[in-house]
């Protein structure tokens, strides 16, 4: 974060939580964006009704399996997968990419997609295989199998 914890708390918590409390009272959902690792005020993003958050950026060390297990569903979570792994265009390093995160996506409130806009070093073919991926293993209920055998050092979700 650019500024601590506190500061946050003291000077923008109370004024995004009336924002998120009069989004909820025209019946709207609030997915609030935030750049770099946030995850340290999560817990104050769940108390504020704050229903999503993205794109928890992978570069900055974020890593959805993570939170997911450790706030449960208190929050719903989009992105998080790391456009850096995308950029590589290999596919074997993708496919355990998208289906470890998918795992965050067990029992709901999680919307897959890159944790930053995807650059041209992303092949159209790539792109391609990355949809591919998550049309075949992102259906309820989560299967995504394949990233069991890491199942022993994720977090519980």
Excluded at 64 to 91: K, L, Y
């Amino acid at each position: 974060m650019f500024f601590s914890p506190t500061y946050w708390r003291t000077y923008f918590k109370p004024w995004v939580e009336q924002m998120v409390a009069y989004a909820h009272e025209k019946g709207l959902p609030v997915i609030y964006h935030g750049c770099g690792n946030v995850k340290i005020i999560f817990q104050d993003f769940i108390e504020m009704g704050v229903d999503g958050y993205n794109p928890l950026e992978a570069k900055a060390g974020l890593d959805v399996v993570e939170p997911r297990g450790e706030h449960g569903h208190g929050i719903a979570f989009c992105g998080n997968s790391d456009m850096q792994v995308w950029e590589t265009n290999d596919r074997e390093r993708i496919r355990r990419e998208v289906l470890r995160k998918l795992r965050a996506a067990r029992g709901g409130g999680y919307v897959f997609m890159s944790d930053h806009s995807v650059t041209s070093a992303v092949s159209g073919h790539t792109y391609d295989y990355i949809v591919k991926l998550v049309r075949e293993n992102g259906r309820y209920p989560i299967q995504a199998q394949e990233c069991e055998e890491e199942s022993s050092v994720l977090p519980k979700i």
